[in-house]
């Protein structure tokens, strides 16, 4: 099993260029299937999930051009399934987004119950109470949904949760119902926005996107349109706490500097410098890292995607810092991991409250999840030492080329395929 080597101690310096927003692509993927005519959409991330939903997409008859590594053009005109299966779809979350999108092109559709990160629950009632508030039937056969109507109607839409997916769910079904849809108490993130973007670039005519009512008149058709990713905050984030806990100095470029405002506060919050320009942040982390507490929400608060990254961060300071998950009840699974290198976290609830140590020491990981798995590569290269972290497979569901941009900053790591690699990999580093 893949695994990755690390040899911790080296600071992040230097740029890196943050890739296409994963969890805008996926949706962006998904509707590009609904208008009859091509759409080209460009800097989408080079990431698994990606490759899963363009694979589910192709499985229904849309046709799919690789132009370049981050570049696809698809025609979705000869749509000719409406069923979605399979194990490599199983896995990913966003597989209900071809739920919204196929029930919005051709009223039917039937996809295997989403998977995803095991961080939670992760209901989809608020999806299916979509769905339905525009008309149409939802069964839940044997680990499938299947939702089908004769015909969508607009309707008003309350969600009794903030939720990214059921916000975009709703949006994409009923893009081409009859009469207009409101959805309130939509969630706000950039990438709901990007979704919009993107449908009304096609002829949509939805307005509030990244507010909490969102509108969206139906139109009869979609056309063809060419289209750009926004930049993903997760991966940007992640990076510049790579800098604060290495002590490092580094520069995110290509990014939208509005979208990281909750990041970026907490990173000065904690000591650290960031400065800010038109598409890049530099965070410069000089000084030992002050304590202090934060709580997940939904944007423009501190994402729960970078949870597990401040909390890497927060046991490398000297205080006592708490850490509330206020979305996900699963999410602390990594701080077993972070124990094993030395970390004093104890998990209450939906609480980590830190204690923070000097610093970490080398040891072998496993990745729970993406995001988790991220935080404990970082963890890792603060550490004293070796670690090696495995299923680093989860890591690479979201983290373009991880290892090689971190190699770009400096960090000593290395991906490897069994523990015999990683031992030489260790010897090499030494001689
Ligand atoms: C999206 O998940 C992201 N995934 C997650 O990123 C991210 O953590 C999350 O949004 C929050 O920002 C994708 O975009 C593919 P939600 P999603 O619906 O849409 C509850 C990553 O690492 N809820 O906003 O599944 C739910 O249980 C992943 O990239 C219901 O109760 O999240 C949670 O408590 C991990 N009923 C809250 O709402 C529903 O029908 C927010 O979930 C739907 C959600």
Redesign the pocket.
Known sequence: MDQYVIKGGNPLVGEVDISGA??AA??ILAAAIMPDETVLIENLPDVT?IHAILTAIESVGAQVTHVDRHTVKINGSGISDYRIDGDYIRK???SYYLLGALLGKIHKAEVVYPG??N???????????GFQGLGAEVELPHGRVYAYADKLTGGHIYM???????T?NVILASVMAEGTTIIENA?K?P?IVDLANFLNSCGASIRGAGTDVVRIKGVQRLHGTEYTIIPDQ?EAGTYMFGAAVTKGDVVVKNVIPKHLESISAKLIEMGCEVEEGDDWVRVVASKPLKRTNVKTL??PGF???MQPQITVALGLTNGSSIVTES???NRFKYVDELSKMGAHIKVEGNSAIIDGVEGYQGADLSAP???AGAALVLAALTADGYSTVENVQYVER?YEDFPAKLKGLGAHIEKVRTDREAARYHFEEVS
């Open positions: 994963k969890n996926l949706p999930d990913i979350r966003a995803g990160c961080i939670g629950l992760r209901p989809i009632d608020q999806h299916i109470k009794d949760v903030v939720s990214v997916g059921a975009m969630a993130e990438h997760i939904p944007y994402p729960t995607d979305l996900f009840e999840d993406l995001r979201g």
